[in-house]
C-alpha cells in the first residue's frame, strides 16, 4: 500500500467491537464523530450473536441518522473479542487502523495527534497514555505512557498496550496475523509484539487520549481463571516473547525472563495453585543470577512454607 503524501490525511478505520454493553457504545460511538482528524471509517462488529435481544439493540441504535456510513458487521454467534477485531480490520479500508473498546471514550483530538506522530516519527504503531474512570466517565487517574522506541525499551518498561491505545500501519497488522483468537486474554499484547517482531517501529505519547471505563462488566476477567487455561496462555505469551528476547543482550533476557517466571509465580499463589520445591529453587537460582536478592524472602515465603507445594516439592 503506497502512502498518502504528509499533505494529505490517509484514512484511518477504527474498529468497535460489542458485546454485552450496548448501554456505553453510544458514548464510543459519538467519541469517534467527534474526532479532529477528518477522514475515517467507523466499523462495528456486533459478537452479541445475530438475532440476540443485544444485537437488535445495537441495529436499531445504528440505524439512526447520525450513524449513517456506519460499517456494520454481525457475527452469527459469540467468538471473543479477538476475532472480532480482526474482523473488523480485514472489511476495513484504512491505511491504519485504530481500535476502540466499546465502553470506553475517545478524546477528540486522539486520532489526529496519533496519526501525526506516527507520521513525524516515520513509526509504525503508536500507543498512547489514556485516563482511567468511574462508570460515570469521572476520572480516577491518568495512566502515563512512557517513551519507548526500541525492543529493549519495550522489554524493560512497564508500557500500557490495550487496544484503544493502538494505532497500527494495516500492512503492519497483516503481517502479525492480527490479534491471537485463540487466548481469552494478552491478546492485545502480544499484537504488540509481533508488530515489534515483524519490524514495526514503535512510537509513544505521554497525552491522555481516552478514557477508559472501569465497571462491573469490565472487571469480569479479574475472577480466577482455570489454571489449564492460564498455563497455556502463560506459555504462549512466552514463546511470543521469546521471539523480541533473541534480538536483545543475554542480560536483559535473564531480567525478563525472571521477571515473567516470578510474577506467574505470584499469580498462581495467588489463586492458591500448586508450585513444587523444584520450581522455587530454580526461581531462586534465577533471583539470584540477576540480582533480585530482595525477591527471595518473598519466593521463600510464598513457595516453601506454603500450603499448596506439590508433592514433588520433596523430590
Known amino acids: 500500500m503506497q502512502k498518502s503524501p504528509m499533505n494529505e490525511w490517509p484514512l484511518v478505520s477504527v474498529i468497535i467491537p460489542t ?25 462495528v462488529v456486533d459478537d452479541n450473536g445475530r438475532g440476540s435481544e443485544a444485537q437488535q439493540e445495537i441495529q436499531a441504535l445504528l440505524a439512526g441518522p447520525e450513524y449513517d456510513g456506519v460499517v456494520y458487521l454481525v457475527n452469527e454467534a459469540n467468538g471473543g473479542v479477538a476475532a472480532a477485531r480482526n474482523r473488523g480490520a480485514l472489511a476495513a479500508k484504512g491505511e491504519w487502523l485504530a481500535f476502540l473498546d466499546d465502553d470506553d471514550v475517545f478524546e477528540r483530538d ?15 504503531i503508536s500507543l498512547c497514555s489514556y485516563t482511567l474512570t468511574d462508570e460515570h466517565l469521572k476520572a480516577i487517574r491518568v495512566e502515563r505512557q512512557p517513551s519507548i522506541a526500541s525492543i529493549e525499551a519495550f522489554l524493560s518498561t512497564k508500557s500500557f ?38 519490524g514495526g517501529r514503535l512510537s509513544t505519547l505521554a497525552a491522555p487520549l481516552f478514557k477508559h471505563r472501569e465497571h462491573a462488566l469490565a472487571r469480569l476477567s479479574t475472577k480466577p481463571r482455570e489454571a489449564a487455561d492460564d498455563e497455556r496462555i502463560y506459555a504462549r505469551w512466552c514463546s511470543e516473547q521469546d521471539v523480541l528476547l533473541a534480538q536483545v543482550s543475554s542480560r536483559l533476557q535473564r531480567q525478563v525472563r525472571f521477571k515473567r517466571t516470578y510474577k506467574y509465580f505470584r499469580q498462581r499463589r495467588r ?4 508450585v513444587s520445591g523444584q520450581e522455587v529453587r530454580a526461581l531462586l537460582w534465577l533471583a539470584m543470577r540477576t540480582g533480585n536478592f530482595n525477591k527471595a524472602v518473598s519466593i521463600i515465603s510464598r513457595g516453601m512454607f506454603s500450603k499448596a507445594l506439590s508433592p514433588r516439592s520433596s523430590q
Open 19 to 43: 458485546h454485552g454493553r450496548a448501554r456505553y457504545i453510544e458514548d464510543a460511538l459519538r467519541s469517534v464523530l467527534a474526532q479532529t482528524y477528518p477522514k475515517l471509517e467507523i466499523v
Open 110 to 124: 486522539k486520532l489526529r495527534l496519533q496519526v501525526e506522530d506516527l507520521r513525524s516519527t516515520q513509526s509504525s
Open 271 to 274: 489463586f492458591g495453585r500448586e
Open 161 to 198: 498496550t490495550q487496544a484503544s491505545t493502538q494505532v497500527i500501519d494495516r500492512q503492519l497488522f497483516a503481517r502479525t496475523r492480527g490479534f491471537p483468537e485463540d487466548l481469552s486474554y494478552r491478546e492485545d499484547t502480544i499484537l504488540v509484539m509481533r508488530a515489534l517482531a515483524a
